[in-house]
T-cell receptor, first 110, second 110 residues
Framework: SQTIHQWPATLVQPVGSPLSLECTVEGTSNPNLYWYRQAAGRGLQLLFYSVGIGQISSEVPQNLSASRPQDRQFILSSKKLLLSDSGFYLCAMADSYEQYFGPGTRLTVT | RKEVEQDPGPFNVPEGATVAFNCTYSNSASQSFFWYRQDCRKEPKLLMSVYSSGNEDGRFTAQLNRASQYISLLIRDSKLSDSATYLC???????????FGKGTRLSVIA
């Protein structure tokens, strides 16, 4: 079965600092990969998705970017964090119709 | 516009009660539908997939009404451990990525 790893689990960063969140997947090949954000008390917002290496689709224009350097690796980055970037960042994968989430990274921007 | 709307809740029900949540969707071409369960500060976990008129798994039943474009989740004989937020999800197009509702919070009370 598939396993999704995300790290770190929690992160506190100052405004203006860079960000790099990593997601890796095991037990599957050529999955679709997704980054979602869930702000406090709000729903899941799709940020990026990827159907293959180097293929990234952005759903919401903002100061975040994503990259997929390897088949089972998906990275979320920012050059300068904003207070509004605080939230619960979830990586998800799908290799069929069903989508599964990683454990998430809780980011607090101070 | 692709939207998924849910009863916001919270639903406070006694143990043993039957409770139902509704979810309406705007994409009439959707062929698959999903219910996720999310515990506080955890990732959403897939509870049930619906590809035809409905699905049943133990105390949980999901029913699809294509004409009215809604799916429902019925929980029978509620347990304290059912307390969580229940998210409905529908694909943008094809099979993924998924658009999520904001969730319905359920509290089962002893």
């Amino acid at each position: 079965s598939q396993t999704i790893h995300q790290w770190p689990a929690t992160l506190v960063q100052p405004v203006g600092s860079p960000l790099s969140l990593e997601c890796t997947v095991e037990g599957t090949s050529n999955p679709n990969l997704y980054w979602y954000r869930q702000a406090a008390g709000r729903g899941l917002q799709l940020l990026f998705y990827s159907v293959g290496i180097g293929q990234i689709s952005s759903e919401v224009p903002q100061n975040l970017s994503a990259s997929r350097p390897q088949d089972r690796q998906f990275i979320l980055s920012s050059k300068k964090l904003l207070l509004s970037d605080s939230g619960f960042y979830l990586c998800a994968m799908a290799d069929s119709y069903e989508q599964y989430f990683g454990p998430g990274t809780r980011l607090t921007v101070t | 516009r692709k939207e998924v709307e849910q009863d916001p809740g919270p639903f406070n029900v006694p143990e043993g009660a039957t409770v139902a949540f509704n979810c309406t969707y705007s994409n009439s071409a959707s062929q698959s539908f999903f219910w996720y369960r999310q515990d506080c500060r955890k990732e959403p976990k897939l509870l049930m997939s619906v590809y035809s008129s409905g699905n049943e798994d133990g105390r949980f039943t999901a029913q699809l009404n294509r004409a009215s474009q809604y799916i429902s989740l019925l929980i029978r004989d509620s347990k304290l451990s059912d307390s969580a937020t229940y998210l409905c999800a529908v694909p943008y197009s094809g099979n993924t990525p998924l658009v999520f509702g904001k969730g319905t919070r359920l509290s089962v009370i002893a």
